[in-house]
């Protein structure tokens, strides 16, 4: 099944910038979705299509998709951003399309 | 806005059969829309188990799809799962969730806490 690869943690002082990459095979050619999810609470998507945000979602929160890498940038990091993020596609050619990440822990310093 | 909520029993023996319902409120499921499970092992990443459409063709994880049955009721306006056989290995936080084009969830239930244990 396709694997999606994330870096354990990622560490960002306040009002500076959070990347948080998704490795996969030829990724670019899938959508990627991206979900946050915060201490005894459910995921919430935050990007879905490589770059889409859903209704009150901030804009600092976007996404970007080519070659082996998809990336979830969030701008002007606050302390609230801190959370789990985990990645996502839906590989239709594969008998097992739903795929996560293995998830990213956001530590805001 | 779609609202979901998930309901069950907590505890499961092993070998035995969990079951779970996920009751939708805000959106009549014989309208539409793709419906989804995923569970979270306690201190683990996301595992998706399978998902259904309104009308009930299926996708399953292959990793467990010959222990998993989900279904849906539009009488009720809830899907349900169900995992058989089940050992710790299955203990998990199981979500329910909507998927409105099926390749990602949008909204999801609080999620309910399922452990396997004699």
């Known amino acids: 099944s396709y694997v999606l690869t994330q870096p354990p943690s990622v560490s960002v002082a306040p009002g500076q910038t959070a990347r948080i990459t998704c490795g996969g095979n030829n990724i670019g050619s899938k959508s990627v979705h991206w979900y946050q999810q915060k201490p005894g609470q459910a995921p919430v998507l935050v990007v879905y299509d490589d770059s889409d945000r859903p209704s009150g979602i901030p804009e600092r929160f976007s996404g970007s998709n080519s070659g082996n890498t998809a990336t979830l940038t969030i701008s002007r990091v606050e302390a609230g951003d801190e959370a789990d993020y985990y990645c996502q596609v839906w590989d239709s050619s594969s008998d097992h399309p739903g795929v996560f990440g293995t998830g990213t822990k956001v530590t805001v310093l | ?118």
């Open chain 2, 1 to 118: 806005q779609v609202q979901l909520q998930e309901s069950g029993p907590g505890l499961v023996k092993p070998s035995e059969t969990l079951s779970l319902t996920c009751a939708v409120s805000g959106y009549s499921i014989s309208s539409g829309y793709y419906w989804g499970w995923i569970r979270q092992p306690p201190g683990k990443g996301l595992e998706w188990i399978g998902s259904i459409y309104h009308s009930g063709s299926t996708y399953y994880n292959p990793s467990l799809k010959s222990r998993v049955t989900i279904s849906v009721d539009t009488s009720k306006n809830q899907f349900s799962l169900k995992l058989s056989s089940v050992t710790a290995a299955d203990t998990a936080v199981y979500y329910c969730a909507s998927a409105i084009l099926l390749e990602y969830f949008d909204y999801w239930g609080q999620g309910t806490l399922v452990t396997v244990s004699s």
